[in-house]
């Protein structure tokens, strides 16, 4: 039975918004789940929870840093996020790659000049295509516990689910699972536990690390 539908719930807090968050679960995505999913025709990342894009577009950078010319064209990341009136410049910001200098602080160098390029506007650094290409936006309510696709190699959730309700958390996050083709991953923030009721469906790839891998379905 799906719960009800709670329409105050915010997927993000913009205060913790920020590119290459979290570096070593980053690190572990670049190391580990891009050259395993690269085996696929298509590479899906599910981004639940983008708010203005700075996650999914350090994500499409460790894809573009791992994979070559060809095979990051087949890189597909959805950013999705209950956009609210307040925030109306979610999809737009995503799709236009623009960022200000100082959000771009923390891309390490030599990635910024790789990957941003400056435009016309003072302090104002537009994405390469090959970034902007692989991303794009869905609005989308987790509560609703359905996923927009399935077949991810990777679903990334970070300061989402401490925004909902404490008895539903299990369920968006089985909501992942069901989203996750087999072997695939599930990423959180540093501050984020692993429900217990959902520690059977998933595996902790390192201790300490939230990085989990989703065990197969019982036979």
């Known amino acids: 039975?799906?719960?009800?539908?709670?329409?105050?719930?915010?997927?993000?807090?913009l205060a913790y918004t920020s590119f290459f968050r979290d570096a070593e679960v980053l690190d572990a995505i670049g190391s580990k789940v891009i050259p395993w999913a690269a085996a696929q025709k298509e590479i899906k990342i599910w981004d639940a929870g983008c708010a203005t894009g700075e996650e999914a577009y350090s994500?499409?950078?460790?894809?573009?840093?791992?994979?070559?010319?060809?095979?990051?064209?087949?890189?597909?990341?959805?950013a999705t996020d209950r956009e609210e009136s307040s925030f109306p410049q979610f999809e737009e910001k995503i799709i236009r790659g623009?960022?200000?200098?100082?959000?771009?602080?923390?891309?390490?160098?030599?990635l910024?000049?790789?990957?941003?390029?400056?435009?016309?506007?003072?302090?104002?650094?537009?994405?390469v295509p090959v970034l902007?290409?692989?991303?794009?936006?869905?609005?989308?309510?987790?509560?609703?516990?359905?996923?927009?696709?399935t077949g991810f190699a990777l679903v990334v959730c970070?300061?989402?689910?401490?925004?909902?309700?404490?008895?539903?958390?299990?369920?968006?996050?089985?909501?992942f699972w069901r989203a996750l083709r087999p072997g695939g991953y599930l990423a959180f923030d540093c501050f984020q536990a692993?429900?217990?009721e959902?520690?059977?469906?998933?595996?902790?790839?390192?201790?300490?690390?939230q990085l989990f891998r989703k065990k197969q379905e019982d036979a």
């Not at 902007?132 to 696709?149: C, G, S, V, W």
């Not at 959902?198 to 690390?209: D, T």
């Open 1 to 13: 039975m799906k719960p009800n539908h709670h329409p105050a719930i915010r997927d993000i807090d």
């Open 59 to 78: 994500l499409a950078m460790v894809c573009a840093e791992r994979l070559d010319p060809f095979t990051i064209r087949n890189v597909k990341i959805l």
């Open 98 to 110: 623009h960022y200000h200098r100082q959000d771009l602080m923390w891309v390490p160098e030599p």
């Open 112 to 127: 910024r000049s790789i990957y941003f390029l400056p435009t016309s506007l003072q302090d104002q650094f537009e994405a």
């Open 132 to 149: 902007r290409e692989a991303i794009r936006y869905i609005r989308h309510d987790l509560l609703t516990l359905e996923p927009i696709d």
């Open 158 to 175: 970070k300061n989402v689910l401490m925004h909902c309700p404490e008895g539903e958390q299990h369920l968006v996050v089985d909501m």
């Open 194 to 196: 692993l429900p217990a």
């Open 198 to 209: 959902n520690r059977s469906q998933f595996e902790q790839v390192e201790k300490g690390l």
